[in-house]
């Protein structure tokens, strides 16, 4: 999965396919992440979890927050036994974030052009989007919870705070600059696209793994997102002058911003809340689940 990423990637910077152009590539896999990655491809990570069954797919990707350094690629169950130019699940396969889009995308922007805290207070309430689209959150039609916390909110994955909260940033900052953010996150989002059901990772709004990875990852290095990246250097056996990777940087938020999204990100596995997520580990953890439907 990490080498076909590596091939994408070297034909989209230089046009040219390494099968057929002579070539060395230096890479950013880590060999003990990619390692552990194949072995949770198939199933074999000594009884940490299992597979549902056999038609449950799964992908990731592992990348450093500040260089854009993708270390390990998970491209699904597909490469368990070493295949190769399959279905990447990490870079080829687009689903609907779900609520795990609500801290990137409402809150932070809440934080950056609202003046908002993570003790801010939003309406739990009956809200109509879209001209006719009413929001219900998960347990169902008229559960709400009145006023809570922003903090509260993502804990317990509320869709009408969220749309709400999506509502004041587009009033005042314009559905143009949401879509703007977007597309500095590195998704393809266009305006005759946009819709305020990507405020709980609905609608048209799809994303893959890879894209996700990296629009998190600016959360963590001050606001600014970084290009992600498997290829560091290409040399090539004809002489030509040999291609040093440079990533691009685009500024998205302020790092203000950014902190007071990654502190709703850590309560949601250390506040508490709903006990979904227990983690005792030496290092702390950021995280946000999302659930969408099956596709057909």
């Not at 590596?6 to 152009?21: F, H, K, S």
């Not at 549902?52 to 998970?74: A, C, M, P, R």
């Not at 207070?121 to 109509?128: H, R, Y």
């Not at 790092?255 to 006990?275: P, R």
Request: aromatic letters at 10%; proline letters at 3%; a negative charge.
């Amino acid at each position: 999965a990490y080498i076909d990423t590596v091939i994408q990637e070297v034909i989209d910077e230089t046009g040219l396919d390494p099968a057929t152009t002579p070539m060395k590539i230096y890479t950013n896999m880590d060999p003990d992440v990619q390692t552990l990655i194949d072995d949770i491809q198939r199933g074999d990570v000594d009884g940490a979890f299992s597979f549902y069954d056999d038609l449950e797919e799964i992908g990731s990707v592992v990348l450093n927050n500040h260089t854009g350094e993708v270390v390990g690629v998970l491209g699904g169950r597909n490469y368990a036994k070493g295949g190769a130019l399959m279905l990447n699940h990490a870079t080829q396969q687009w689903k609907q974030p779900g609520s795990s889009i609500k801290p990137l995308l409402d809150y932070t922007l809440a934080f950056e052009n609202l003046g908002w805290s993570t003790s801010q207070t939003v309406l739990d309430g009956p809200i109509v989007i879209d001209g006719s689209v009413s929001v219900v959150n998960s347990e169902g039609i008229g559960v709400y919870n009145g006023e809570v916390s922003v903090e509260w909110a993502v804990n317990h994955s509320k869709n009408a705070p969220a749309a709400r909260t999506l509502q004041y940033v587009v009033n005042k900052m314009s559905s143009a600059y949401v879509v703007e953010y977007l597309n500095n996150l590195g998704f393809d989002v266009s305006q005759d696209q946009f819709s305020m059901q990507y405020a709980f990772g609905g609608a048209s709004f799809t994303v893959t793994c890879m894209e996700l990875a990296s629009a998190q990852s600016m959360l963590f290095n001050g606001g600014v997102r970084v290009e992600p990246h498997t290829v560091k250097r290409i040399e090539f056996l004809d002489g030509r002058d040999p291609i040093e990777i440079q990533s691009d940087e685009t500024s998205c938020v302020s790092a203000e911003a950014a902190f007071l999204t990654t502190e709703l990100l850590k309560s949601n596995v250390n506040g508490g809340y709903l006990g979904l997520w227990r983690f005792n580990g030496n290092y702390q953890v950021y995280a946000k689940t999302g659930t969408t439907d099956w596709g057909t």
